[in-house]
């Protein structure tokens, strides 16, 4: 949450101040997939994702008539160091650590374009992969408490809880 959250508020203010002045900037906030679902498991990073998410979408609006363009990234499964950096690239990470061998998983590189391409367009608002985009788009038809059971359900059949 220091990371996810607080850093992130505290950098925006600090780089948003020199760009309201000169009427000019781009901020790229990084959110996940998980800004849409919760995470049974990783509970607090999933709420940490959503908080990403309603920060960045309300001062995209704030920010406007400043001409500074705000843009909200979502990236889904991406091959970097995240489960070493989360420490959950052993046996504890059995049903948490990103699966970098399903199909869905894209290379920062790939992530990165998207990101740029996105940008140069102006948008606010960007899912990296369309796997991911069907996927939200998916989810959201879905009640929140249909998906988390689903998830808690999966995650206890991988580890054997269940
Ligand atoms: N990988 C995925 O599947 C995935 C999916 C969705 C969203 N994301 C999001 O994408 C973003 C980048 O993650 P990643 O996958 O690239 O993970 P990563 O390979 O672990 O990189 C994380 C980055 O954050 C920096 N960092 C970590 N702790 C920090 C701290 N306390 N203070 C300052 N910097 C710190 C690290 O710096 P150092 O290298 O100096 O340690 C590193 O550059 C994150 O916001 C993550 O939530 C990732």
Redesign the pocket.
């Known amino acids: 949450m220091q ?2 959250n607080a ?1 992130l508020v505290a950098m925006t203010h600090l780089f948003l101040q020199p760009m309201r002045e000169r009427k000019s900037g781009k901020i790229i906030n ?1 959110a ?3 800004a849409f679902i919760p995470v049974p498991y990783m509970a607090t990073y999933a709420a940490s ?1 959503v908080f990403v998410r309603s920060f960045t979408e309300a001062i995209t609006e704030e920010c406007k008539p400043y001409n500074i363009q705000v843009m909200l990234f979502a ?4 091959k ?3 489960n070493e ?1 989360a420490g959950i690239n052993n046996e504890k990470g059995v049903g948490l650590s ?1 699966d970098y061998q399903t199909a869905a998983t894209q290379s ?1 590189e790939e992530v990165a374009d998207e990101l740029l391409k996105a940008l140069d367009a102006k948008k606010h608002f960007q899912i990296s992969g369309n796997r991911n985009r069907m996927g939200a788009r998916l989810a959201s038809l879905l009640p929140n408490a249909m998906i988390a059971r689903f998830m808690a359900n999966s995650y206890r059949k991988k580890t054997g809880l269940i």
């Open positions: 990371l996810n850093s990084v996940s997939m998980a994702k990236p889904g499964l991406t970097t160091n995240f950096a990103s920062p």
